[in-house]
């Protein structure tokens, strides 16, 4: 039986399993539609930043209550992407993502009904947070691995980016609707948003490239994919990770199968120095920048929406940056790129204090550029160092990372919401996060280059 054809060729006329007379592999269909849907999930990454003004003028409530809720909403974004990886594995991968976007929907349009402090706790930490976290990094390695055998680090760069074109098509908006009508309009903006892809992800998001009877995009045959960090050609209906790891996974438990990727990748030196330095990354991006930024602008008497359109500014160039990065991966050494990223982003933190003010000078545009270069530019690195370290459990092994990252981002946002409410500003909280990129670039630079000949590892 022919399957049907993604790119809409008629049935009849799908070709040969290898796809070699298809003008587009289908493939990049499912990458289309993937980037879609993290731009659809990426709506609620613009919005604590800009309604957590809104919301303390509202309610009273403190500059740390709000980021407990920000902190929650980032540890279980982190927590559930391991468990995600393994349950799309499991289940599909467009099974998961309709129903995270489900939730995100759901979390953003209760929060219109908020009046008290624990209600926020439950809408932008706990139903947001296992909406997003199964929408986390980790979606676009899922993709990347099932659907590719070349051109990895490229396509997990340009999917990186979705968060980012998330960001930039919502925050301005996210901005004007809390300005007037209020933060409700905007937090139904969010809601919609994330709803609206649904419908593209059960139309066109395949499970796998068996499911349109294809090979992984640039997979010749199966011995030209098992070469390629373990992974083998795809059975049918299954994703190619499913079916490169050791042993069936159909009867595998999900939540069991996630800790015995932690169980065991904890044993290996490199996965620590990876966790370590994407804490620190999420410290000082979704942590920080991302929901300390515009407070701190207001803080000195920049408006708003002025800081809003900063960090949009922010999303354009961390496209740019990802892509870019997803393009270098492919071609250096990745563990030098991280230490090259890590580096340049701690000079930006250690000078931001002195760049904010009431206007917007040169000197920060000349820092929003180059933090957008630099945003999540460390992922396709990341990524790939796991992926040729532990093969078809990449995936998973990167959604532990990628939890590291999200605590210590949730870390780094109660924080700063303390040094806030303490000190009455960020500046300590600027220069600890420029010290920690430091001791990042240290811990990527020290990486040991044969980690992948002497620590493999048989996650099964």
């Known amino acids: ?55 303390q003028e509202e309610f009273g409530w403190s500059t740390t209550v709000l980021s407990l809720a920000v902190s929650i909403n980032l540890v279980l974004f982190g927590l559930t992407a391991p468990f995600a990886a393994a349950l799309m594995e499991r289940f599909g991968i467009r099974k998961v993502t309709s129903l995270a976007l489900c939730l995100i929907g759901l979390g953003s349009a209760l929060t219109v009904f908020v009046n008290q402090s624990w209600q926020i706790l439950l809408t932008w930490g706990l139903l947001i947070g296992l909406g997003t976290g199964s929408m986390a990094l980790v979606f676009a390695a899922t993709i990347a691995n099932t659907w590719f055998a070349k051109s990895r680090g490229l396509v997990i760069g340009i999917l990186t980016a979705g968060s980012a074109a ?53 997979a010749e045959e199966p011995a030209a994919q098992a070469s390629d ?17 050791s042993g069936s996974q159909d009867s595998a438990n999900a939540a069991v199968r996630a800790l015995q990727v932690l169980r065991r990748a904890m044993k290996v030196r490199t996965f620590w120095a990876l966790a370590a330095g994407f804490a620190i990354c999420g410290a000082t991006t979704n942590g920080l920048i991302g929901t300390h930024f515009i407070p701190s602008a ?86 790939a160092i796991c992926r040729s370290v532990f093969g078809a459990d990449g995936s998973v092994v990167f959604g532990w990372v990628f939890a590291a990252h999200q605590l ?53």
């Open 166 to 218: 998330g960001q930039l098509v919502f925050l301005p908006f996210i901005a004007a609707l809390a300005q007037n009508p209020g933060w409700r309009g905007a937090s139904l903006l969010i809601a919609a948003g994330a709803l609206a892809v649904v419908p593209l992800v059960l139309r066109w998001l395949r499970n796998s490239p068996a499911d349109v009877g294809v090979l992984p995009y640039g």
């Open 408 to 460: 210590g981002a949730a870390a780094a946002a109660l924080a700063a919401g303390f040094v806030r409410d303490a000190t009455g500003h960020y500046n300590y909280a600027w220069l600890g996060a420029a010290a920690m990129c430091t001791v990042a670039a240290v811990i990527s630079a020290t990486i040991r280059k044969d980690a992948a000949k002497k620590e493999p590892v048989a996650v099964a």
């Open 1 to 55: 039986m022919t399957a049907p054809d993604v790119t809409g060729t008629p049935a009849g006329q799908t070709g040969t399993p290898t796809g070699k007379r298809r003008r587009l592999h289908p493939a990049w269909m499912v990458a289309a539609v993937a980037f879609l849907a993290l731009v659809g999930a990426a709506g609620f990454r613009a919005a604590p930043g800009v309604l957590m003004v809104p919301l």
């Open 229 to 245: 960090a373990g992974a083998t050609a795809p059975s049918a209906g299954k994703p190619a990770a499913v079916v490169a790891s």
């Open 298 to 383: 207001h803080d000195h008497g920049m408006p708003e929406t002025t800081a809003a359109g900063l960090l949009a500014v922010v999303g354009i160039f961390d496209i740019v940056g990802t892509i870019a990065s997803g393009w270098l991966t492919d071609r250096f050494n990745p563990k030098i790129l991280l230490a090259v990223y890590y580096q340049f982003r701690g000079i930006g933190l250690l000078v931001l204090p002195m760049l904010l003010g009431s206007s917007v000078e040169p000197s920060m545009i000349i820092f929003v550029v180059v933090y957008g270069l630099d945003w999540v530019a460390t992922v396709p690195p990341t990524a």
